[in-house]
């Protein structure tokens, strides 16, 4: 983030806020703030967003001045799966299934979220940041549309192919790039889905 922050233009960033690292977390109430006051909100962090505030909490909330939620959540490691089965035991069937993804775009959407991108299922916090990286440098530097920016995650990557791996195949240009594309995408490329307006872009 801190990186996103600094390659970007200040009339862009100057205006952000929030919360870094793990020496401050925020508070529900904290987090209820920035959730109603934003124009789009940004979350990189462990397990799934909606275990930092309650679903009747967000059931509750005017969010009609948030245009784009961008969740790059459920990243797992050791110590956040023990914290969260504790938090997890006082949970009921139904609080459970409001903290899955689909249920979270709902949510958010019935606040009033125009654009609502999340993870489907868990992730590695690398690939967390790299989407994240991508999506901010599409939306900021690129001025792509929220749709689009989801979309150039399944682009891939067809400089990481080995080229002994289509030597044998005789293609036309356009067949060619379409093997490296598919070779090169993976699972993770289709975890990030947009829920809502494809057609925001960032002021």
Known sequence: MRETL????????HLWEGF???RQTPSLSEMEQLLCRCSGFIYLGMESFMANIPPAKLAALSLSECRMALLFDRVQNNASILRQSILDMHKSAGQ?????????ALLLSLGGVSCVVLNQWHSSLQ????????????????????GQTIHALRKGNSSEI??????????TD????????????????????????PNLISM
């Open 174 to 197: 356009s067949e060619e790039d379409d093997v490296h594309h598919k070779m090169t995408l993976t699972p993770s490329a289709f975890n990030c889905i947009l829920y809502g307006l």
């Open 6 to 13: 600094e390659s970007h233009s200040k009339p862009v960033t």
């Open 162 to 171: 080995p080229h002994h791996k289509v030597t044998d195949l005789v293609l």
């Open 96 to 104: 459970f299934s409001l903290e899955k993804p689909l249920e979270t």
């Open 127 to 146: 690939q967390n940041t790299h989407n994240m990286a991508t999506v901010l440098d599409n939306l900021l530097r690129l001025r792509q549309t929220s």
């Open 20 to 22: 870094m690292g793990s």
